[in-house]
């Protein structure tokens, strides 16, 4: 089976940093990727991550370590519209299983 | 593209009923996946075709829950004899490679 852990909620100010931490237990493990869902919509791709080390995309950047069953998001500049339910998902043969995700809150 | 379509995008229906969901996926995606959501909770994996071949199925799936793809394009998935706790999200992606596309979902509310 595979599982993944991530807290279940963070909560952070406004322009400041956050990290989501997740990790992991599978077989067949291809990548982790991490997804967006604002409240009433639905989730979107942010990353994805098959090496190790760390990825970026403009404020948001995502780290896989495969030794260490274990990856981040990382938001930076925080903006009041991140808040949003941040997931971590495995891809395992062609499959994608999603973590139970995490509730991030921003304050002004 | 329009991306992933789901219809209808709400369905109330009282329990015993068999309903049917439908995805269209974006079109030169190869892979499509079922997925459950509740509030509070992840997208919980169902099943998912490669192409027209329904390659895996969550053990946690019942009986009364059936996919199709016939032909590789749209995708349904019906509920038998719904019960209560059926009452879910119900999502649909679709992916070349490693991003899933989601649709909006068919929110199903059994009474």
């Known amino acids: 089976g595979q599982s993944l852990e991530q807290p279940s909620e963070v909560t952070a100010v406004e322009g400041a940093i956050v990290q989501i931490n997740c990790t992991y237990q599978t077989s067949g493990f291809y990548g982790l990727s991490w997804y967006q869902q604002h409240d009433g919509g639905a989730p979107t791709f942010l990353s994805y991550?098959?090496?190790?080390g760390l990825e970026e995309t403009g404020r948001f950047s995502s780290f896989l370590s495969r030794s260490d069953s274990y990856g981040y998001l990382l938001l930076q500049e925080l903006q009041m519209k991140d808040s949003a339910s941040y997931f971590c998902a495995v891809c395992r043969d062609d499959k994608i299983i999603f973590g139970k995700g995490t509730r991030l809150h921003i304050l002004p | 593209d329009t991306g992933v379509s789901q219809n209808p995008r709400h369905k109330i229906t009282k329990r015993g009923q068999n309903v049917t969901f439908r995805c269209d996926p974006i079109s030169e995606h190869n892979r499509l996946y079922w997925y459950r959501q509740t509030l509070g909770q992840g997208p919980e994996f169902l099943t998912y075709f490669q192409n027209e071949a329904q390659l895996e199925k969550s053990r946690l799936l019942s009986d009364r829950f059936s996919a199709e793809r016939p032909k590789g394009s749209f995708s349904t998935l019906e509920i038998q004899r719904t019960e209560q706790g059926d009452s879910a999200m119900y999502l649909c992606a679709s992916s070349k490679q490693t991003e899933a596309f989601f649709g909006q979902g068919t929110r199903l509310t059994v009474v």
């Open positions: 991550n098959a090496l190790d």
